[in-house]
């Protein structure tokens, strides 16, 4: 139920803000807001348990259209079963601002490598604040979305092993 309601609110702020971003404030006979055609989204998600069996990873690929516009992205999240709480970056490692900054310099090194030309916005917001991981026993994995990414095909996702974020100081309770 979390996860539906949480994209339900996040499908209706999306949806306000399009129209938002799509009226025509010049315009005193624009009737954008009244004359708002059926928008949709579709949700899946996929779950995977990491080495502890309390934290879950799960994968949301969400599609949104607004007239006629789609809007494509993934999300992931890890949740504590026990304390029914999502698990954040900053809860991993003693030193978080560390261990983002070396997860942002993977995912550069392996998207520079494909030739991806926007990498360094991606590794920018990742430095500031690294989001859509999935806890895994021997590390973290990154999931992108092909699509925003520059890439074919639907999931693309970076793995960082726990070896390379020692220095950060990670919480070995989570990744044991």
Not at 16 to 25: E, K, V, W
Not at 81 to 93: A, G, N, Q, W
Not at 103 to 115: D, F, K, P
Request: glycine share 4%.
């Amino acid at each position: 139920m979390f996860f539906k309601n949480m994209y339900v609110n996040s499908f209706e702020y999306d949806y306000i803000r399009f129209l938002t971003d799509n009226f025509d404030y010049s315009n005193e006979s624009d009737d954008s807001f009244s004359d708002r055609t059926r928008a949709y989204q579709k949700i899946t998600a996929d779950y995977k348990i990491s080495g502890m069996s309390e934290i879950v990873g799960v994968i949301v690929s969400v599609e949104q259209q607004f007239k006629g516009k789609k809007v494509n992205y993934t999300e992931a999240h890890n949740i504590n079963l026990k304390t029914e709480r999502i698990i954040e970056f900053s809860d991993l490692f003693e030193d978080s601002h560390l261990a983002a900054t070396i997860c942002s310099n993977e995912i550069y090194l392996t998207y520079s490598a494909l030739g991806y030309k926007k990498i360094s916005v991606i590794r920018a917001l990742y430095e500031i604040r690294p989001v859509n991981f999935i806890i895994r026993k021997d590390g973290l994995e990154f999931i992108f979305d092909r699509a925003n990414i520059g890439l074919s095909g639907d999931k693309a996702s970076v793995f960082i092993p726990i070896e390379k974020l020692k220095e950060a100081k990670p919480n070995m309770v989570i990744f044991s």
